[in-house]
């Protein structure tokens, strides 16, 4: 245990010196992450109480089963020993009055066995102290390794049950500038599955990331085939009563996804500026609405006759972006 221990002291060490540890960001070249903060009036803050902190802090602690909570003392104790005391501060402060940190007796990760598990949520921790996070985020994605070195449940209800959506929004301005480096700590300590979770706490900012290849668009994990062309889509989403299609134009023709989106989910769509994708809609009055939000509506035009062309607006900002609609 002891020779496993430096082993972890040293991954912490080497990660919180060194800012080269951070991985080059996961996502290929032809995804753009947009943000819809301000056009969806999401109120981000500055930071939380004395009070609120509290609060979450106790609710982080007491989701985590007693094998989690485990693993969540033996970082921020490891933490300590490497030089960083602000977490078993922060826990005794806002958490237990009564827990106390004692060196010579930090080997309490007996209870996992697992050494590859401990050392990646040692990694974590070491690459989560050098970006200098706000203590009750830093906590949260604490919390989150430990969770994560033993899961129960998917990753979207332990965020959520961790508060961890609450700490993001409150804190959005603090650490919106390091939130890439946040996800890459995480996915490469333990894989893609975890964006599901950080797809999750970036829809509650207002930032989405979107990939467009072929027909198909990805709005963070939802893909959308556009393979139906628009005009025999327009009967069934009149019928069922649809305002928003993920659509693209290609070959001369716009291809939709009959798939009803929302507002939020076709801004982003739009934010991208593509000129081969777009979002296609049921009215004009929802079409220009949409690109008011965009810097403002240009149009309506056209760009030739028959079936396979369509009235459109452009927002003044994404002049590329195509918001079709039924005429």
């Known amino acids: 245990m002891k020779r496993f221990i430096a082993l972890i002291l040293s991954a912490i060490m080497m990660f919180s010196l060194s800012s080269q540890a951070f991985a080059a960001s996961i996502e290929p070249e032809d995804v753009t992450t947009v943000v819809l903060t301000d056009e969806l009036g999401i109120q981000t803050g500055e930071g939380m109480s004395e009070a609120e902190v509290r609060d979450v802090a106790n609710k982080t602690f007491d989701y985590l089963t007693p094998e989690q909570q485990e693993v969540y003392i033996y970082l921020i104790e490891s933490l300590a020993i490497s030089g ?101 700590i995480f996915v490469n300590a333990f894989g893609s599955t975890v964006m599901e979770a950080f797809y999750y706490l970036q829809g509650l900012v207002g930032i989405y990331t979107v990939t467009v290849s072929g027909k198909t668009i990805t709005v963070n994990n939802d893909k959308y085939n556009c393979t139906t062309k628009a005009d025999v889509a327009v009967a069934d989403m009149k019928n069922n009563g649809h305002q928003y299609y993920p659509a693209v134009l290609s070959g001369s023709y716009v291809w939709v996804a009959p798939v009803d989106i929302s507002r939020k989910v076709a801004l982003a769509i739009m934010k991208i500026n593509s000129s081969s994708a777009g979002i296609f809609t049921v009215t004009s009055n929802l079409a220009r609405n949409l690109c008011e939000s965009l810097g403002g509506a240009k149009g309506p035009e056209i760009h030739g006759s028959g079936s396979k062309y369509w009235w459109h607006y452009h927002g003044r900002s994404y002049m590329n972006a195509h918001c079709w609609y039924v005429a």
């Not at 996992?112 to 598990?117: A, G, L």
């Open 84 to 184: 960083d005391y602000s977490l078993v501060e922060f826990h005794q402060r806002y958490v237990d009055p009564n827990y106390r940190f004692e060196p010579s007796a930090s080997s309490r990760s007996a209870i996992v066995n697992d050494e590859v598990v401990l050392y990646n949520a040692a990694s974590i921790a070491g690459q989560l102290q050098a970006l200098n996070l706000p203590e009750v985020v830093y906590n949260g994605f604490m919390a989150l390794a430990a969770a994560l070195a033993m899961p129960v449940g998917n990753v979207v209800d332990i965020v959520i049950g961790l508060g961890l959506g609450v700490i993001i929004v409150a804190n959005w301005d603090a650490i919106s500038s390091k939130w890439n480096d946040i996800v890459d």
